[in-house]
């Protein structure tokens, strides 16, 4: 039976509230309580990687939870729905921190920043997981993932162009007020919208449910050397991302400056956030047609490093107050970032199948989940790092009691523009290294590998 396209709406509609709240958290709670509440960059940053990398050995035994569920609604929905619920109420929690000494918000950020991450497990592990349950058309189970990823994009997107605006229209001069406002609005349409999913979308397979143990992700990594080298470059290219989005708040807000702050990096994050969902829908096809795979992989990683390195002359020559002229090599910057993670998923899919010519195993969930384990371990890492980052260049924090934006040093100015832009470089370049000398699957090698595999699977 073929999915509708109510079905698939619902889906996507979840993926939008789903990544709503991942963006909301994953782009503002080192800025909440680091500059708005006055916490050490660095502690918030070692928090947010401890819990990031539970986060990622957790998921694991959510699978296992969620492969042992049975009830009349299915295995997935009441885990969706309860996580879902549980999530938005921590998600609220976050952002809306009481009153307390400097000792007892670093209590309650641990205590409730790891509730956070497991609760969302709770949500995502059986959201992603659902779609071998829904239908078992190959060929729709693999729009629904493109659905889902593509809507997920538009969750992250609206986070990106509305998050600040809303602060500063909801808070006033208390961003500490805004924030909390924001959070109850996206906690809200997050259960709408989950609703909506769980309402529509149901499932028809009972089929057994794989899952796969840590040891069991990293056996199969390191048995499956291009699939190491795509989860390798999948780190790099991501981590670079979480830098740059992580420290380019604190450039618009110190360096760039203004009284209209909040809407310069609001238009400049929309034009970023539209620029890498061009990237996936429009100029990865269009380039594709005029190059290989492999061919365009390596043009995007160029041109990113070529839209950094256009950031960091515009930085270091006084230039870096234009927004117009920022958004060029940002533009440039994420769109490239749009087709690299079309092609990292792809080359991904590709290394399944060299993975059970080479061993003989077709290990495709455990290959992808490895993918969530890494990328979640890699933001966590990325963030500590911006922690300490914040903390050496000496970058005071504008704290509700300070009043008007702190005025920073001409070195700490100096070393944000660095480490926004450096930083992502050498990552980047990392990335093309390692592709460039250990990656083998290119168009006519994966197309030969399938040909291989399916001649097999006829009894050719």
């Known amino acids: ?211 796969a143990t840590v040891g069991e992700m990293f056996k199969a990594l390191f048995a499956n050397d291009q699939a190491l080298v795509v989860v390798g470059s999948i780190v790099l290219i991501n981590s670079a991302l979480y830098l740059t989005s992580n420290f380019i708040i604190y450039f618009f807000k110190y360096d760039f400056g203004g009284t209209g702050w909040k809407a310069s990096y609001t238009l400049f994050s929309t034009i970023g956030g539209a620029a890498q969902i061009l990237g996936m829908m429009i100029l990865y096809p269009l380039v594709r047609k005029k190059l290989s795979n492999t061919g365009v992989f390596t043009l995007s990683l160029a041109l990113a490093l070529g839209g950094y390195g256009v950031l960091l002359v515009l930085c270091l020559t006084g230039f870096s107050g234009n927004l117009v002229l920022l958004c060029v090599p940002g533009v440039v910057v994420f769109a490239c970032n749009g087709m690299l993670s079309v092609l990292t998923t792809l080359f991904l899919s590709n290394s399944v199948d060299y993975g059970q010519l080479k061993t003989g195993r077709r290990e495709e969930s455990v290959i992808f989940s490895m993918q969530t384990f890494v990328v979640k371990a890699a933001s966590g890492v990325a963030v500590f790092l911006t922690g300490i980052g914040l903390d050496l260049i000496g970058l005071v924090g504008n704290t509700e009691e300070t009043g008007p934006v702190a005025a920073q040093s001409a070195s700490t100015l100096l070393g944000l523009r660095l480490m926004m832009t450096v930083l992502p470089m050498v990552v980047l370049v990392a990335a093309l290294v390692l592709f460039r000398r250990k990656f083998t699957l290119s168009d006519d090698h994966a197309a030969e590998i399938s040909a291989q595999l399916h001649g097999k699977k006829e009894g050719v």
């Open 1 to 211: 039976m073929e999915l509708t396209t109510k079905q698939k709406a619902a889906f996507g509609i979840g993926a939008v509230g789903k990544d709503m709240v991942y963006a909301l958290s994953a782009s503002y709670v080192m800025y909440y309580y680091q500059d708005v509440l006055g916490l050490s960059a660095t502690f918030v940053g070692l928090i947010l990687m401890i819990a990031r990398v539970f986060d990622a050995f957790n998921d694991p035994f959510m699978g296992v939870l969620v492969a042992k569920t049975r009830t009349r609604w299915g295995r997935f929905r009441p885990w969706i729905f309860s996580g879902t619920v549980l999530n938005a109420a921590v998600l609220y929690a976050l952002f809306a921190a009481p009153a307390l000494a400097e000792a007892g918000m670093m209590v309650y950020f641990s205590v409730i920043y790891i509730l956070w991450g497991v609760t969302y497990t709770m949500m995502d592990i059986p959201y992603w997981s659902m779609i071998p349950a829904v239908t078992r058309t190959p060929a729709d189970r693999e729009n629904l993932s493109v659905v889902g990823r593509t809507c997920a994009g538009v969750g992250s997107a609206l986070i990106a162009m509305f998050t600040m605006l809303l602060v500063g229209a909801l808070g006033g001069d208390s961003e500490r007020t805004g924030f909390r406002w924001v959070a109850l609005i996206v906690a809200v349409i997050f259960v709408v919208t989950e609703i909506l999913c769980c309402a529509s979308v149901k499932e028809t397979s009972g089929g057994e449910m794989k899952t």
